[in-house]
């Protein structure tokens, strides 16, 4: 996950809710729908709020409701509430449903409460972050999702490589580290590439080794 700002939400979704002040999510016409997700993406630089693989389509996602219509309807239109997510099948957003999702891409600890690896596994770091990973099926093993982890490792590699990093060595420069990991988090006209944040993820645990090998060696 990469942490979403959310900012001002679409003119058109704030019109309407002045109109329809007992309105909710279910009564949105089609069009404000696809404005809520294009203001989204663009929060989001493309990429889907959970797993961060490219959203190259705006009509290849939906408006994912975090705290679920369900749990809470009160914050069915929301804006603050509603992210984009890839339509994959039992993963994200169409894993979601209605359960509670303890940590989420609105909260900064969702860069650092989970690990991701060169395998494309990804491993929770705590309680709430390994409900996270069950919850949006997100491939903590290859039995619960494959077709993601091996996605996610040959487009990792696929980026590390273009950065003339060989995945099966790693990097001990740390201060080209830094620099890799400032590159990729910064966007190329308004997106990001596909699992950039997971490999930006990677690299800061490659960095945090580095340094505490090079301190232990002292």
């Not at 997106?191 to 060696?217: G, K």
Request: charged share 30%; hydrophobic share 30%; with cysteine.
């Amino acid at each position: 996950m990469r942490t979403i700002s959310k900012g001002t939400e679409p003119p058109s979704l704030r019109d309407w809710k002045r109109k329809k002040t007992n309105g909710h999510y279910e009564d949105l016409d089609a069009d404000i729908r696809r404005d809520i997700r294009e203001y989204a993406l663009k929060e989001q630089f493309y990429l889907c709020a959970y797993c961060c693989q490219k959203i190259e389509d705006i009509d290849a996602c939906h408006n994912e409701h975090i705290e679920a219509q369900k749990l809470n309807p009160q914050r069915s239109l929301d804006f603050t509430n509603i992210v984009g997510s890839c339509n994959t099948h039992n993963q994200c957003g169409n894993a979601h449903k209605s359960q509670e999702l303890p940590l989420t891409p609105l909260m900064a600890e969702c860069e650092t409460e989970l690990r991701f690896k060169i395998s494309g596994r990804v491993e929770g770091l705590s309680d709430r972050a390994t409900t996270t990973i069950q919850v949006l099926n997100l491939g903590d093993k290859e039995i619960n999702n494959r077709a993601l982890i091996e996605k996610r490792k040959q487009l990792s590699n696929t980026l590390l490589w273009k950065n003339g990093i060989n995945p099966d060595q790693g990097l001990e420069d740390e201060e080209l580290l830094k620099v890799l990991i400032d590159e990729l988090g910064q966007p190329q006209e308004g997106q990001l590439d596909a699992f950039a944040p997971v490999v930006i993820n990677i690299l800061q645990n490659w960095l945090q080794l580095s340094i505490a090998q090079r301190q232990n060696s002292k």
